[in-house]
């Protein structure tokens, strides 16, 4: 499994729509759960959403309902469509790749990140 690379990134105004998207050339990309995370300056980097190997998805409690998280096994690609979007959606989001290996031994892979900023 290689380092994913997201895109997708942009500028839209409050309401709008974008759609990240990560992509990776290993592959086992079926086997990983990839998970997209968002981060901005003096806080910790937060969990947006994740879709399992087998497909089950998980939302924080700020986006559902607005984002939805997919997955395209044979393109090896990972999506998150982003609707209504605020101004506090504002950040870096990051595509991580991982699959748990061994008990406590996990095989994760973090994406560069791509700038979303939504202006009000």
């Known amino acids: 499994q290689e380092q994913p690379v997201e895109s997708g990134g942009g500028t839209v105004q409050t309401g709008g729509s974008l759609r990240l998207s990560c992509t990776t050339s290993?592959?086992?990309?079926?086997?990983?759960?990839v998970n997209w995370y968002r981060e901005v300056p003096e806080k910790q980097r937060e969990l947006v959403a994740e879709i399992t190997s087998k497909g089950s998805t998980n939302y924080a409690e700020s986006v559902k309902g607005r984002f939805i998280v997919s997955r395209d096994n044979t393109k090896k690609m990972a999506y998150l469509q982003m609707n209504s979007l605020k101004p506090e959606d504002t950040a870096v989001y990051y595509c991580s790749t991982v699959r748990k290996m061994a008990p406590g031994v996990v095989d994760l892979y973090w994406g560069q990140g791509t700038q979303v900023t939504v202006s009000s």
């Open positions: 290993g592959t086992i990309f079926r086997f990983y759960d």
